[in-house]
């Protein structure tokens, strides 16, 4: 029994359909952004590895006193770039799946003193976003746009 001084506890009816309808409101909110922004980070995420590939290739070139060449690949459902060491390949670098070259990228060569031809390799996910990795022809700067 109940003293007479004592109040409910508990929540109301319409208390908890408050909550469940905002819960499935947030989830449902979530639900539909979640697949662009995956997208998205999946895009962010090659576009940082090329980056880090070609850098990684340049400064070996530099510090090995050897050619590097970084070669791309695109075929239809098959994009992906390797990495050489004076002719012979040391590394295979496939792209995520729905993550392709846009066009066809030229390929790069490093030399000795770590020089070469500059180009602009362009990444594209299935939402049409797009990520470029530059190789800037005077000063060999590379970097992220």
């Not at 409101?25 to 922004?37: E, W």
């Not at 012979?88 to 729905?98: A, T, V």
Request: hydrophobic share 40%; with cysteine.
């Amino acid at each position: 029994m109940r003293n007479p001084g004592e109040k409910e506890r508990g929540f109301t009816l319409l208390e908890l359909l408050l909550v469940l309808v905002l819960l499935a409101g947030t989830g449902f909110y979530l639900l539909i952004k979640l697949p662009v922004n995956l997208e998205r980070q999946r895009l962010a995420f090659e576009s940082t590895q090329l980056l880090a590939e070609i850098r990684d290739a340049r400064q070996a070139a530099m510090a090995e006193n050897n050619w590097y060449a970084v070669k791309f690949y695109c075929q239809r459902g098959d994009h992906h770039y390797q990495i050489f060491k004076q002719g012979k390949m040391i590394k295979n670098i496939y792209l995520q799946d729905g993550i392709e070259f846009r066009g066809t990228p030229r390929d790069l060569t490093f030399n000795a003193a770590g020089r070469g031809v500059g180009t602009t390799i362009t990444l594209q996910n299935p939402a049409g976003e797009e990520k470029s990795v530059v190789v800037a022809p005077v000063g060999m700067r590379i970097r992220e746009n």
